[in-house]
């Protein structure tokens, strides 16, 4: 199990752009989960060229004793939904870029000093792309060194985020604010809410070796759920959130995301 600050690198040698989906709150294993739409997308990232996955935890719904969650509501038992979403991934592992596990997998840390996401990575033997807390993810496309404008590189945080939040204002201030915190991250990731959206707030940057000051965007994405509405959410009366799988589109030939819902 490697340290979250040990960043995880790919290199892509061509200048194609690339597709990154953003996977997070699955909740395999839930009555609520959107089996048919978590199936269709997954052959959907089969059938393309050049799409990737970021896992953002709470990839299974892992009900315990002592969480709140009703074990009996559940369609299967935890082992099992560890490995269904491992048999789910394996065509899909060569596509992953990076794991980390969210709120509902820390449960058994909790109970039992275990990871269910980082089993599943073991199963699919990319244990080295797993983190415990938080991933930063060094893309680089084309020749490094090259010109840099035209092989561009890109530096993604992914973490499961945390944190409460009725409304999406509550839930994207807390999100933007800790993005404000990494410096030179082009995007951060992260899930929980089950609020999909996409902001671009900005930060200053001061450069001392040529003296200038410039503006520097960066994405923050929080990605969509595969959970229909009902069960705790509606027992909790908590608000709907739409069913909106985002994909981040990094361009080959110069430094650019656009985020698409």
């Known amino acids: 199990m490697l340290q979250d600050f040990i960043m995880i690198t790919r290199h892509f040698p061509g200048n194609d752009d690339l597709k990154i989906y953003p996977i997070s ?33 709470d990839l299974i719904n892992n009900a315990t004793r002592s969480s709140v969650s009703n074990i009996f ?45 980082y089993d599943i990575c073991s199963k ?26 035209r092989n561009p590189t890109y530096v993604i945080a992914v973490t499961h985020g945390a944190g409460g939040g009725i409304l999406t204002g509550g839930v994207v201030n807390r999100a933007e604010r800790f993005g ?5 991250a082009d995007a951060l990731i992260l899930g929980h809410s089950h609020k999909p959206f996409t902001t671009q707030p900005a930060k200053l940057k001061v450069n001392p070796y040529n003296n200038t000051v410039s503006v520097k965007p960066f ?11 009902g069960g705790y959410a509606a027992r909790k009366n908590l608000l709907p959130s739409s069913h909106a799988p985002q994909v981040l589109k990094l361009c080959g030939t110069q430094k650019e995301i656009k985020v698409e819902m």
């Open 25 to 57: 709150d699955v909740h395999l294993g839930a009555a609520e989960h959107m089996e048919s739409a978590w199936r269709e997308f997954r052959t959907k990232v089969m059938g393309e060229e050049n799409s990737y996955l970021v896992l953002a935890g």
């Open 219 to 229: 994405k923050v994405i929080s990605a969509t759920s595969w959970l229909e509405y």
């Open 124 to 149: 699919l033997d990319i244990e080295d792309l797993y983190r415990e807390n938080i991933a930063f993810l060094k893309i680089q496309i084309g020749d490094p060194a090259a010109n840099g404008a």
């Open 73 to 117: 509501d559940e369609t299967m038992r935890p082992s099992s939904q560890k490995k269904l979403m491992a048999e789910m991934l394996m065509p899909l592992k060569d596509r992953i870029l990076c794991a980390v596990p969210g709120n509902h997998e820390g449960r058994s840390g909790k109970d039992a000093d275990d990871d269910p996401v």
């Open 180 to 184: 404000y915190a990494i410096d030179g």
